[in-house]
């Protein structure tokens, strides 16, 4: 059961997560002077959007050239009847997961997943495939950009 309590969004709030995404690390002072508020206010909505569930986290966004022999690929998930909330928060649990989306069509979830190695990877797929409610997959691997 989630116990977090609802949270309504305003502008400031909207504003302070795309700055956030495009730099998580950005100092409190730096994000107030960039939004116009003070310090404690930015940290209040720090806290707020944090415990509500709106930031599930902070990380980093690496170069390509680090990743270079990162496996990336795409994987098609189908959902046994009314499962996908359980199936969703199942998934979340999987840190290789970096996005996951709901679609329409044959397949219900999209998820973007990337792992270090081969090894990883087939773990990955094995651990989505076990899922209780999880009926079908299909999954390409993403070999370039163009």
Do not use: C
């Not at 504003?15 to 209040?44: F, M």
């Not at 909330?85 to 998820?111: C, E, F, S, Y």
Request: net charge neutral; no cysteine; charged share 25%.
């Amino acid at each position: 059961m989630d116990n977090r309590k609802p949270y309504l969004f305003d502008a400031i709030d909207k504003e302070l997560v795309a700055i956030l995404k495009s730099d998580a690390r950005a100092p409190v002072a730096k994000l107030a002077k960039i939004l116009g508020v003070s310090r404690g206010t930015v940290q209040n909505r720090l806290d707020r959007l944090v415990s509500s569930g709106a930031i599930l986290g902070f990380t980093i966004r690496a170069h390509e050239q680090i990743e270079t022999d990162a496996i990336k690929a795409v994987m098609m998930i189908e959902v046994v009847g009314k499962s996908t909330t359980q199936v969703i928060q199942k998934l979340r649990g999987i840190p290789q997961l970096l996005k996951m989306h709901t679609t329409n069509g044959a397949w219900d979830l999209v998820a973007e997943i990337q792992t270090s190695n081969l090894q990883e990877f087939d773990l990955v797929l094995r651990e989505v495939r076990a899922i209780d409610g999880v009926l079908n997959s299909e999954t390409s691997i993403l070999l370039s950009s163009v």
